[in-house]
């Protein structure tokens, strides 16, 4: 099950890009609200941009935060950047000011890249900002700037809550990334004529998963308004009109959904992640339509493992999660880290080709969660590590933030020996192996919860509370299923509002975090 060793490309993701202009520089590459642009259009300005940003001394390894709504400005920014040689950083348009200035100073941003409209008087930016709108680069060349980064170097940082009280940047470097790409092609079958439909926001890992598969496969990205994606009706009328062939989207919205294959002839492919998945969401969708439930955490560059539905009665109960992907290896171990037999629950650990170099800033979190595990010889192991003292010398250089590949990762696939020791990610959840080779998801080993897809440590919320005054204590839960889950919280203290205490979480938390 976890033979899954499968060759991919030695380049940096925009190189997998630029590949594709050249084979169709006229093709239609993103849609937004009625205007597009093409393959060759969109790489002219994003080398533009690029070229900027490195007049700028912009590089590899340095990050660049990227606060856009959802555009074609968006699609630009994100490929300009990794043009670079940098990572790019999401942040949402509607977060917070301090939450917004907490991610640009911790991940040590060199440059954000934003819109006018998007500069609120409270945010004051500790790196310079361009407004993309105001001064597009006009000026700079469109040529493709020589390639900078490798596989080793930072593509982007994402952002997911932290239980400590802060978010926790997670690094994911090129080569995890193009492993994804092409795990997730040779799953989805991205072609030229697709039409991929972009839901997820930009700071969700989802986002990577519909952007990069279809712009290195030459099909076309058509970004959703938010509008479209808070209305069912409208949603479905967008797939029709748009002539969606593949989407993706959380089992909370499927279940407001009714699609029928006659209704929409160029639908191939549904997957749903991002939350547990369950026979009840799908009542509203044909079962000819073709469904694929998938999992993997943003440490693990968004997709560890896919199920292709056979909406039967044998599914009725638990929705497997799949099989590994393409260099992808899943474990299921004991609290002793022993492997756990067919059908005994375990925690979920991944390992193999598209691990996050680790937390920035964070090597206390990066050691506890990342970790080195000897396992008995199964397959053949294409991480090339003999010992556990070679992979811990690797870990120590993954956990950094500066310029250091995870070399474990570029070694030649070769035999392991019969106990060799491999890097794994604790992912915390709680799964089992079945007989056929899929794994059944079983829930969290932990306080952490999905709210419409969103990871959340609860922890963080009740440390935002507990810092307010006149609060002793806070404990906050999930209460409630599909549309009706929710957080609540209850506090202790004295003199307490419940609308002020709210308008604080509002001021320094997502919109989805807050009771």
């Known amino acids: 099950w ?14 997998l890009f630029e590949e594709q202009v050249k084979r169709t520089p006229q093709a239609q590459a993103v849609v937004f609200a009625g ?28 990050r660049v935060g990227v606060c856009l709504e959802r555009s074609l400005e968006m699609i630009v920014a994100v490929v300009a950047v990794l043009k670079a040689g940098a990572a790019y950083v999401p942040l949402a348009a509607d977060l917070p000011a301090a939450r917004k200035q907490y991610i640009l100073e911790d991940s040590g941003a060199a440059a954000l890249l934003t819109h006018s409209s998007l500069e609120a008087p409270e945010f004051n930016s500790p790196c310079p900002a361009y407004q993309l709108d ?29 239980s400590t009280g802060a978010p926790k940047g997670v690094m994911i470097e090129q080569s995890a990334l193009v492993n994804t790409i092409t795990a997730f092609n040779r799953v989805y079958s991205v072609s030229p004529s697709d039409r991929v439909l972009q839901v997820a926001a930009l700071a969700f890992d989802v986002s ?6 279809i712009l290195s496969g030459g099909g076309t990205l058509v970004i959703a308004n938010r509008e479209d994606l808070l209305d069912p009706a409208r949603f479905q009328a967008l797939l029709k009109e748009e002539r969606i062939s593949i989407f993706g989207a959380t089992p909370l919205l499927l279940s407001q959904l009714h699609l029928q294959r006659s209704e929409l002839p160029a639908l191939r492919l549904i997957f749903s992640g991002g939350d547990a998945l369950a026979q009840a969401n799908l009542s509203g969708i044909a079962e000819d339509l073709p469904l ?36 992808y290896r899943i474990h299921i171990l004991d609290e002793r880290q022993r492997p756990q037999p067919i059908g005994v629950p375990g925690e979920l650990h991944i390992g193999g080709l598209a691990l996050a170099r680790g937390y920035l800033n964070r090597p206390e979190l990066t050691a506890e969660k990342f970790i ?26 993954a956990a950094s933030s500066s310029v250091q590949p995870q070399e474990s990762q570029n070694l030649a696939a070769k035999a392991a020996p019969a106990v060799f020791c491999e890097r794994l990610y604790k992912s915390g959840d709680r799964a089992r ?83």
């Open 2 to 15: 976890n033979a899954t060793a499968f060759p991919v490309p030695d380049i940096p993701v925009h190189q």
């Open 433 to 515: 192996w079945l007989a056929d080779g899929n794994i059944e998801f079983l829930g969290r080993l932990d306080h952490q919860v999905k709210i419409r897809g969103y990871r959340i440590e609860l922890g963080e919320i009740e440390a935002a509370l507990s810092a307010q005054e006149g609060v002793r204590e806070a404990v906050v839960i999930a209460r409630g299923a599909g549309a009706e889950r929710q957080l609540a919280a209850y506090v202790a203290g004295e003199r307490l509002e419940a609308s002020t205490l709210r308008a604080a979480l509002k001021a320094r938390l997502p919109g989805y975090m807050v009771p």
């Open 134 to 162: 105001r001064d597009p680069g006009h000026g700079y060349p469109e040529s493709d700037p020589p390639a900078r980064s490798s596989g080793g170097n930072l593509a982007y940082i994402i952002y997911t809550s932290g």
């Open 208 to 213: 990577v998963g519909e952007i990069w598969p």
């Open 292 to 327: 694929i439930n998938g999992y993997g955490p943003t440490e693990a560059t968004i997709g560890a493992t896919a199920y292709r539905l056979k909406r039967n009665a044998a599914e009725n109960q638990r929705i497997p999660i799949g099989k590994p992907l393409t260099n």
């Open 372 to 397: 080195e595990v000897e396992l008995a010889q199964m397959f053949q192991s294409p991480v090339g590590a003999d010992s556990c003292a070679q992979a811990d010398r690797l870990s120590g250089m």
């Open 35 to 62: 205007h597009s642009l093409s393959y060759g259009e969109l790489n002219r300005r994003a080398n533009r941009l690029a070229h900027r940003l490195i007049a700028q001394g912009i590089g590899p390894e340095s």
